[in-house]
């Protein structure tokens, strides 16, 4: 069965625009989430395009900050601190990567905590161990989300995830062993340096696939029944596109399928429900921010 990352972001959306109504006619100003993309890489641009028009969907102000790719990193920075201190602005995202003159942890560091609706400044990724509340990276937060939404059974199982980044393998396997629903399961966190893989990956009665390498996952390396998160996004080159590319998953979807018992399409996956958790950050950092209002 697909996990439809398209329907359930569709719903999160609809949830977040009745908050969004319930806000402004309370006299309250909208949740305003702030973008900067630097330079213009293909993949970048329609990502921070998307964010931005889910914004516009369900009535967030955004704005979108570009800066020419050799822009210097003072530059950058004066622009994360105007946006760090404009009142009217809840939540701030830099789209990564960055140009290799400039450094990215850094610019992470550089987004007020308050702000970081991306969930990377290390103050939130520090609450995010702790089991504290906090912002959590979208990715792993949107994965969450379709687990929950379609009620599957993660207590007692055994999670493998495959790539261990800061932004994606590692909260996931964080927030999977949590005691929480969904979570407590156990989990296995495998990288480029795990051994025999597919041993794991075939022990796996879920398998996130965060490595970012197209099709990766084949049917010899999962059992029968498994539950796939597919994390992976890549183009790949195709003349018979109009685009000249497709985009492809880090699993073989076509064989994979048969054997799953749930899995998320690439694209209508995963990176739907990024962009709406994403969202429902900026609507916490909005209401975190009346609430501190009213308490000063
Ligand atoms: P990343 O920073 O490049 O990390 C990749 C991870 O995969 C690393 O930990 C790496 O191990 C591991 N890896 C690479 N080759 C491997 C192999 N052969 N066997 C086992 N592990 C291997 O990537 P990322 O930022 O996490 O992104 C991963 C993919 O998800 C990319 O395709 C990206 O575009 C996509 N993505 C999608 C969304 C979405 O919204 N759908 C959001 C974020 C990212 P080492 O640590 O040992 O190098």
Do not use: W
């Not at 210097?72 to 701030?92: F, H, K, P, Q, W």
């Not at 493998?160 to 407590?184: D, E, F, Q």
């Not at 962009?275 to 921010?289: D, F, G, P, V, Y």
């Amino acid at each position: 069965m697909l996990l439809d990352g398209k329907k359930i972001s569709d719903e999160v959306k609809a949830e977040l625009a009745v908050e969004v109504n319930k806000l402004i006619s309370s006299g309250l100003r909208a949740p305003h989430l702030a973008a900067i993309l630097v330079g213009n890489d293909g993949a970048s641009e329609t990502y921070v395009s998307s964010k931005v028009k889910a914004c516009e969907q369900i009535g967030f102000g955004s704005t979108l900050v570009r800066l020419p790719a050799d822009v210097s990193e003072e530059r950058l920075l004066a622009e994360i601190d105007a946006i760090n201190n404009n009142d009217e602005i809840d939540g701030l995202i830099v789209q990564l990567p960055l140009p290799k003159h400039i450094n990215e942890q850094k610019v992470t560091d550089h987004v007020v905590p308050e702000k970081d609706v991306d969930g990377f400044h290390p103050v939130n990724v520090g609450k995010l161990v702790l089991g504290l509340p906090t912002f959590v990276s979208a990715t792993p937060k949107g994965i969450m989300e379709l687990l929950k939404r379609y009620n599957i059974e993660t207590s007692g199982k055994h999670c493998v995830v495959l790539g261990r980044s800061n932004i994606v393998g590692t909260p996931m396997a964080n927030l999977l062993s949590r005691n929480s629903n969904p979570g407590n399961c156990t989990v296995t966190l495998c990288h480029s340096r795990t051994k025999n893989l597919a041993e794991f990956t075939r022990s796996a009665d879920i398998l996130v696939a965060a490595l970012g390498k197209a099709e990766f996952v084949t049917a010899d390396m999962v059992k029968d029944g498994v539950v796939v998160i597919d994390v992976g996004i890549t183009r790949v080159d195709d003349v018979n596109n109009p685009r000249g590319y497709v985009l492809k998953g880090d699993v073989a979807f076509d064989e994979v399928e048969p054997k799953s018992s749930f899995i998320t399409p690439v694209p209508g996956g995963v990176g739907r429900m990024t962009i709406a958790a994403l969202l429902q950050n900026t609507l916490q950092a909005r209401l975190n921010s009346l609430q501190t209002q009213l308490i000063s």
